[in-house]
């Protein structure tokens, strides 16, 4: 009984914390951008690739600084060496030996020495190199975050887009059953065919097992929003905007007047951070035909005894102190240097091909979104028309088959033609909300 009431005790308390674990989220659409800048896992990678740029920019300049090392050495012979000397050194006969141990049994030798770069070619490039590096980091960061933007966009937008499909397929489903129920009964009594309410069926079938895929898909699109965001793949999430309200917003014909500079845009830049990495290099491999100079300080104190009394104050202690410089000068290589230094310059030249071609498919890239864009503004006008159109026709259809002037196949047109208009405007309005995004990443308008 006692270990129920801590159980129950226990789940009390967690109850709480529960709660806290499935609080349930709302954004809009610009909060859900904001959010996923902050907390989207590519992000996060992203501004930690910028924060080992930093040290590895740091790392490299160290190189170039003063550095000490310390050492201390302790040596105890377990059995001394003994060295054979002539016997004659001391008084003996000619032609003998006699053995004799050198040194006292133990030792400490402690030592410490400054070191100084001079002169390296390859530093000076390596410098150049970190700087490059972090500015890399830093545009891999903004690709990251605009492609992060992208993805929350259209993620949000598929949600909207798969909410508003199920509302509209609930109404179109209720619709449907009343028709159907009011028909039956007219063919109960005798005054429709029953061709009428099996068209009928049709279409309710066909738009339950609509819903249920929409359905599937909208948990779905829910799911790979929260992706996107950085939560859960299961967090309850709701979004505050309305799908016609965000086409509306995004609907910017002065977006097409926008100046195409291609250097703002991001991809272009990556290519020319990999054109300025390849002519580093190259500058290092020539580098290396350089010499290089460095210099040191070294300051030690050995201590001796058969005895381990090294930390006593009677320890005698010995100095010395080296100071000394060293110049490497590289003379022949067999070609190996040459050879390196052609290659560095092959693949110089192909990073400057490459940021040619990037250049060239980002202008394409620009006029392609600009063309999508403008569809897209275009296509939503024509498609609230059709829906209108479609809205009206099904109306009268619906009215015909009543007053019975209208036959049960004529009206089953007219509502799958609707359900296909209420479709296609749908995603006419997700389609200028993307392709306005599209159009901004290749503009960078964003940053710029």
């Given at each position: 009984m006692k270990q129920t009431l801590i159980l129950i005790f226990s789940l009390l308390l967690g109850l709480p914390i529960l709660s806290q674990e499935i609080q349930e989220q709302s954004f809009s659409l610009q909060e859900a951008i904001d959010y996923?800048?902050?907390?989207?896992?590519?992000?996060?990678?992203?501004?930690?690739?910028?924060?080992?740029?930093e040290q590895q920019k740091w790392e490299t300049t160290a190189t170039g600084l003063p550095q000490l090392d310390a050492k201390i050495d302790y040596q105890n012979f377990i059995k001394q060496q003994v060295q054979l000397v002539p016997a004659e050194f001391f008084g003996g006969n000619q032609g003998e030996f006699l053995p004799v141990t050198f040194g006292t049994k133990q030792s400490v030798n402690a030592s410490a020495t400054l070191n100084q770069l001079l002169f390296d070619g390859s530093y000076l490039v390596g410098l150049q190199s970190a700087k490059v590096y972090l500015e890399i980091s830093e545009n891999a960061?903004?690709?990251?975050?605009?492609?992060v933007r992208r993805a929350v966009i259209n993620a949000y937008g598929n949600v909207l887009l798969s909410k508003e499909s199920v509302e509209i397929l609930n109404r179109n489903i209720q619709v449907v059953e009343e028709n159907l129920n009011e028909t039956d009964k007219i063919f109960q009594e005798g005054l429709e065919e029953q061709e009428s309410v099996e068209q009928l069926q049709i279409t309710l079938s066909g738009l339950k097992s609509n819903l249920n895929r929409s359905e599937r898909l909208e948990r779905l699109a829910y799911q790979m929003l929260n992706i996107t965001l950085g939560l859960d793949i299961n967090s309850p999430v709701t979004l505050t905007d309305d799908l016609e309200a965000l086409a509306l917003q995004n609907m910017s014909l002065d977006l097409l007047n926008v100046e195409e500079n291609v250097s703002n845009n991001?991809?272009?830049?990556?290519?020319?951070?990999?054109?300025?990495?390849?002519?580093?290099?190259?500058?290092?491999?020539?580098?290396?035909?350089?010499?290089?100079?460095?210099?040191?300080?070294?300051?030690?104190?050995?201590?001796?005894?058969?005895?381990?009394?090294?930390?006593?104050?009677?320890?005698?202690?010995?100095?010395?102190?080296?100071?000394?410089?060293?110049?490497n000068i590289p003379i022949f290589s067999s070609g190996m240097r040459s050879a390196a230094t052609q290659r560095a310059k092959i693949n110089l030249d192909k990073a400057e091909t490459d940021l040619t071609e990037t250049e060239q498919q980002i202008k394409l890239e620009i006029a392609k979104a600009k063309t999508e864009y403008q569809y897209a503004i275009e296509d939503y006008e024509i498609k609230k028309e059709n829906l209108e159109?479609?809205?009206?026709?099904?109306?009268?259809?619906?009215?015909?088959?009543?007053?019975?002037?209208?036959?049960?196949?004529?009206?089953?047109?007219?509502?799958?033609?609707?359900?296909?208009?209420?479709?296609?405007?749908?995603q006419a309005m997700l389609n200028v909300i993307n392709f306005k995004v599209d159009l901004e990443t290749a503009l960078n308008t964003i940053n710029n």
């Open positions: 996923a800048l902050e907390h989207n896992r590519s992000a996060l990678n992203a501004q930690k690739d910028i924060e080992a740029a960061k903004e690709k990251t975050d605009l492609e991001i991809d272009f830049q990556i290519a020319e951070n990999d054109k300025i990495s390849k002519e580093l290099l190259l500058k290092l491999e020539k580098s290396k035909f350089l010499p290089t100079l460095s210099a040191f300080v070294n300051g030690a104190y050995m201590g001796n005894s058969n005895e381990f009394s090294f930390l006593q104050n009677d320890q005698l202690w010995y100095g010395s102190s080296l100071l000394g410089v060293s110049l159109l479609a809205e009206r026709i099904e109306q009268k259809n619906q009215t015909k088959f009543f007053e019975g002037i209208g036959s049960s196949f004529d009206l089953r047109q007219a509502q799958t033609q609707l359900y296909q208009a209420q479709q296609d405007f749908l």
